[in-house]
């Protein structure tokens, strides 16, 4: 019990390093990366604080040289799967009533440490792989992973400060109660500070949490891990299992003691997971908590008011980077003919002078897909596209996978608003691009709002306020994260709390209070100073 009101330090977001030619930051990490590619790391999975190692292994290969194995990591079997619920659930009594401010001072260690000694060995292990250039990995596991940490604890003073009125001769007070059971967090491979967040945002409510990473994001998840470890997290509170997706789904969602579910991942997936859990929901204790963020397909819009180069450079960095990968990625674009000519050039000019290669040459901006079976998704859709004739390659379609999985950035532009390109996700570094009569500016609103089942986020861009207006309005359940004259990506922690509806997830908001709120059970109690001794009523009375 503590002795006092206590305030958590001011937080603000952590200053993204540049690392620019010479610069200290580009020599740790460079330096990092090169040792730690020559290494061999064998990574186990965790529970209880315990490294397992089954001898079932995988190897890990970066997808910009998939022929190099930096290491393995192992496999769980059925009985480990158990054997978590088991240890989870005992961490449980401890951790469920740890006081908030001793469970606060263990994620702010984490910052500390990530922004410090951990930093660089992170980001280098998300540039091998999960084939990132140093600046994306700085942006993601480095910067918002430290966000996540530092405002969720600042999110979480706030929800217990949140105390309901008391009238005379009562006290009236929230407790904020942990979920009844474990949480189970399934995390992408594409940020490494959303396979941090989705755990510990449960367990720093008091919840404890079975943690399954995606296959090539093990590496640096087994690092989050060590960082945990050292910054004291108990053990049992975050169990880390790497195995089959299906056989460790199928236990855990049988499971009576299932609390919650945060997923980020495919709309599929996802899918899949709430039918599982609407099958079982007799089994369970309590209403498992389901937050997921899931698929998109991100628009950019153009008024002919817009600025062409504005545009093009949403497209180029909005499409492109990190290989088209991210869940805000652009994917689809409606420009008016008018600024067409313009804007087609620019973007030509920009991924004429892109360079594609792997991380360690930092001048390179795009890098590898994830795998091989990403490789062949679009590699496929690009073959598809060269005979399509309602569509046209403008720049791009090409591919190589002799050494890494590299698709080429990739323009396309169709006749039909409806083509498979403006409607289907890709993942990829590929965006279609409908050209729109500037007379028909406003109808098309109405197209972009009703192409997709998606809607996560968007960005218009227009000089006209009128024009900015109408289209806010029109696309209001369009995305979660929209945006006005800025690309469709790159939220910041407390700045743009993030998700999207429909086929893209539940909305909850990682990076707000809105998201934590999700791993509470309320208890509402009222104490009666003096209670009454009789049960009359004045109005009872003669």
């Known amino acids: 019990m503590g002795n006092g009101f206590f305030k958590v330090p001011k937080v603000k977001n952590e200053p993204v390093k540049n690392y620019a030619p010479n610069s200290f930051e580009k020599k740790e990490v460079m330096g990092m990366y090169k040792r730690m590619i020559n290494e061999k790391i064998d990574i186990p999975f965790y529970i209880d604080g315990k490294e397992f190692r ?16 930096v290491g393995k990591y192992h496999l769980a079997e059925e009985e480990h ?22 469970r606060a001072s263990i994620f702010l260690k984490a910052a500390d440490l990530l922004a410090g000694p951990y930093r660089y060995k992170l980001n280098a292990a998300t540039m091998i792989a999960q084939s990132k250039n140093v600046y994306q990995a700085e942006i993601d596991s480095a910067c918002e992973l430290i966000d996540f940490f530092r ?42 500070a959303i396979a941090g967040n989705l755990p510990t ?56 003691n299932l609390a919650g579910v945060h997923f980020t991942g495919s709309t599929s997936v996802f899918n899949g997971l709430w039918k599982t859990i609407g099958n079982n929901i007799d089994n369970y204790k309590t209403y498992p908590r389901i937050v997921g963020e899931t698929g998109g397909k991100d628009f950019i819009w153009a008024h002919p008011s817009a600025n062409s180069n504005e545009v093009a450079t949403a497209i180029s960095r909005g499409a492109f980077e990190y290989q088209g990968q991210k ?4 994917s689809r674009a409606y420009i008016p003919q008018s600024l067409w000519y313009e804007i087609k050039t620019l973007i030509i000019k920009d991924i004429s002078s892109f360079k594609m290669g792997t991380p360690e040459d930092t001048s390179n901006f795009i890098n590898a897909v994830i795998d091989k079976k990403a490789f062949t998704r679009l590699s496929k859709f690009l073959d598809q596209a060269k005979k399509d004739k309602e569509a046209e390659i ?20 169709t006749t039909n608003p409806k083509h498979s390109g403006m409607c289907k996700e890709l993942f990829g570094p590929i965006i279609t691009i409908y050209i729109y009569n500037d007379n028909e500016w406003k109808s098309i609103l109405d197209v972009i709002d009703s192409t997709s089942e998606y809607a996560l986020t968007g960005a218009i861009f227009s000089k006209n306020r009128d024009a900015i207006k109408l289209a806010s309005e029109k696309l209001e359940n369009s995305a979660g994260n929209f945006y006005i004259n800025d690309k469709p990506t790159g939220a910041v922690v407390a700045q743009q709390p993030f998700g999207g509806a429909r086929a893209s997830g539940t909305n909850d908001k990682a990076g707000s209070v809105w998201n934590l709120l999700r791993w509470v059970s309320n208890r509402t109690i009222k104490e009666t100073f003096v209670p009454p001794t009789n049960y009359r009523y004045p109005f009872l009375e003669d």
């Not at 079932?56 to 998939?66: F, R, S």
């Not at 799967?81 to 001793?102: G, P």
């Not at 869940?327 to 652009?330: D, G, K, L, V």
């Not at 190589?400 to 999985?405: E, F, H, R």
Request: charged fraction near 15%; charge should be negative.
């Open 81 to 102: 799967v158990y054997f978590a619920i088991e240890k989870a659930l005992e961490a449980r009594q401890k951790w469920a009533k740890t006081s908030w401010e001793e």
């Open 54 to 69: 089954t001898g079932n292994t995988k190897e890990i290969n970066p997808p910009h040289n998939h022929k190099l194995c």
């Open 201 to 256: 945002s449960a367990a720093m409510m008091g919840n404890v949490v079975i943690w399954k990473p995606a296959a090539s994001q093990v590496y640096s998840a087994h690092l989050i891990m060590d960082l945990l470890k050292e910054a004291g997290l108990p053990d049992g509170v975050i169990n880390m299992i790497t195995g089959n997706s299906g056989m460790i789904s199928d236990i855990l969602l049988k499971n009576p």
């Open 151 to 192: 405002f969720n604890v600042e999110f979480m003073t706030q929800i217990y400060n949140n105390q309901p009125i008391s009238s005379s001769g009562t006290w009236n007070r929230t407790e904020y109660r942990p979920l009844e059971g474990f949480v189970y967090a399934i995390t992408p491979f594409n940020f490494t």
């Open 327 to 330: 869940c805000s990625a652009a």
């Open 394 to 413: 403008v720049i791009g379609g090409s591919y190589d996978d002799s050494i890494g999985y590299f698709i080429e950035p990739t323009v396309i532009v």
